[in-house]
Nanobody, 118 residues
Framework: VQLQASGGGLVQAGGSLRLSCAVS????????MGWFRQAPGKQRELVAR???????NYKDSVKGRFTISRDNAKNTVFLQMNSLKPEDTAVYYC?????????????WGQGTLVTVSS
C-alpha cells in the first residue's frame, strides 16, 4: 500500500480546505479508511473514518465541520474541512483501518500540512 495525502495549506480561521489521499492498493473498495492528524507536540489522532460501505464516524471536535468521503473508482479518500479553527492546525495523514503495517511498523506515507491562522 502507498498513501499520498495532498491539499493542505495556509488558511484563515473560518475557511475551508479539501484534502485528498491517493491510495495505491488493488482492493481499495474493501478497506475502511481514516484521516488522522498530528499537531506539534501531540500524539497522532483519528479524526474521521469511512467504512467500505460509506458509513462515516468523526471525532467530536470536528463533527459538523469535516466530511470524509471516498471515490472507489479512483482509489481516493477525501476530507472536506469547513469552519476551520486554529486548533485544527496539524499534519494530516490518511491510512487504512486498521493502519497498514510494513516490517512491523505502521506505515504513514506522505502527510499534508494544514495551518489555520487566527
Amino acid at each position: 500500500v502507498q498513501l499520498q495525502a495532498s491539499g493542505g495549506g495556509l488558511v484563515q480561521a473560518g475557511g475551508s480546505l479539501r484534502l485528498s489521499c491517493a491510495v495505491s492498493v488493488l482492493t481499495f473498495s474493501t478497506y475502511a479508511m481514516g484521516w488522522f492528524r498530528q499537531a506539534p507536540g501531540k500524539q497522532r489522532e483519528l479524526v474521521a473514518r469511512i467504512s467500505p460501505g460509506g458509513t462515516t464516524n468523526y471525532k467530536d471536535s470536528v463533527k459538523g465541520r469535516f466530511t470524509i468521503s471516498r471515490d472507489n473508482a479512483k482509489n481516493t479518500v477525501f476530507l472536506q474541512m469547513n469552519s476551520l479553527k486554529p486548533e485544527d492546525t496539524a499534519v494530516y495523514y490518511c491510512n487504512t483501518l486498521p493502519p497498514t503495517v510494513v516490517a512491523g511498523r505502521i506505515y504513514w506515507g506522505q502527510g499534508t500540512l494544514v495551518t489555520v491562522s487566527s
